[in-house]
């Protein structure tokens, strides 16, 4: 394994970041070499990046500019990408070989199809690591693999587009991951890709995919796939003590401990009962209008339960602002700009998260073994809530309105739900639990994930 150095690469975006960094701490623990990769623009903007002895950090140019306030056109940014990236790549592949550290194998995450182009070339062997769920992949090959793809060359299909897999209702337009809906605003970015990512495995001589799962989450999914590519199924890949014992001071890359004037809201969260606040949160991206704000604020408010919510960058000013206008006292609500997502769900206090359902969220909760109440946004967050509400039955979806919006009486009785001793309430916390076990088993040594890791370490 001493011979062996992984160049591990991904975009600069904490969903993607935070599984990768993941996975390169543990093939570390192993014994390889590690590098990490990302664009010059966005390891700029990363702070606290772990270290380890074997773990090296790199960047190629995107040609993009450093100025965090310039706003950037995804379409171009992406067709920009793709054309500089394996020139790019190819020549911090030359420039560690002529260190005296040549790459032995690749390991490349999702929007990033052409590294797989570049290993082809350069005759290293290369991994998918696809972080989101095994049934996302599924949707993804079903349209577009090259044999009998529904979308394998166009994107002739309509809002009425869905898709049937075992054990669940049929996926429509409102449960298919957003970008693959004509129409969506990244549609036209992002769907190329993902075809691209599909077709690029086929011509693999040997072609691999790291899955951010384990084998009783999705075990159906996982042994569906083609048996022309190898799967590994490692998850969870979480930056956490829950799933890295090694990791016991270990939160996530990035950011900082918010500090409340009068408390901090892990010493909140400590004057609590047990399974009693509602913890609020919807990721890195999402940015929710003024008037979700409050239809949310006031759904949580009554519950007559205690609730932490994560507003991103929040002003002292604001947070004066929704006190007075919510009339909430500060014994009942705590609001801060950024938490430690997994100290938060680990703690005894909570009793369900509000989630957009991302899928580095829904694994910690899983993990943590907290329920959760789902509000989707994008992406593949309308794929994982339905399989969170129809499959695992560890949560449940908020209905949106015609409007798209989601409403305090719908926030109410989903959280009621969960929170509550009715026979559902109960079964999706039995659920919760189950799929704790489940999670944490497959993580040990002799683990599922564990001899997945494994195998693939000695491909």
Sequence with gaps: MESKHFLLISLAAQSHINPTLQLAKI?????????????????SRLNNLPTLPGLSYASFSDNKSQDPTKKVDADNYFITLRRVGPQNVTELLHQLSDDGSPVTFIVYTVLLPWVAEVAREMDIPSAFLF??????????HRFF???????????????DASIKLPKLSLFTSHDIPSFLVPGNDMHASLAPLFREHIQTLEKDP???VLINTFDALENDFIHSFPSSIKFFPIGPLLPSAISDKHDSNDKSFGGHM?????????SWLDSKPDRSVIYVSFGSLVVLKETQKEEILQGLKETGRPFLWVIREIKDEELSCVREKSCISEEMAMIVPWCSQVEVLSHRATGCFVTHCGWNSTLESITSGVPMVGCPSFSEQKTNVKIIDELWRNGVRVKENEQGAF?????????????GEEEQGN?????????????????????????????????
């Design 206 to 208: 040997n072609p691999c």
């Design 27 to 43: 093939l570390v623990r192993h014994g390889a070499k590690v590098t990490f990769a990302t664009t010059s623009s966005g390891l």
């Design 145 to 159: 693999n090259s044999h009998d793809g529904l979308h394998a060359d166009n994107d002739d299909f309509g809002l």
């Design 427 to 459: 079964e999706i916390k039995g659920n919760a639990n189950k799929w704790k076990s489940l999670a944490i088993e497959a993580l040990k040594e002799g683990g599922s994930s564990h001899n997945n890791l494994l195998d693939f370490l000695q491909m």
């Design 131 to 140: 972080i989101q769920c095994a049934i996302a992949f599924t949707i993804f």
């Design 407 to 419: 409403v305090r009486e719908e926030i109410r009785r989903c959280v009621d739900i969960v929170m």
């Design 258 to 266: 918010f500090q409340s004037p009068k408390q901090d809201y892990l």
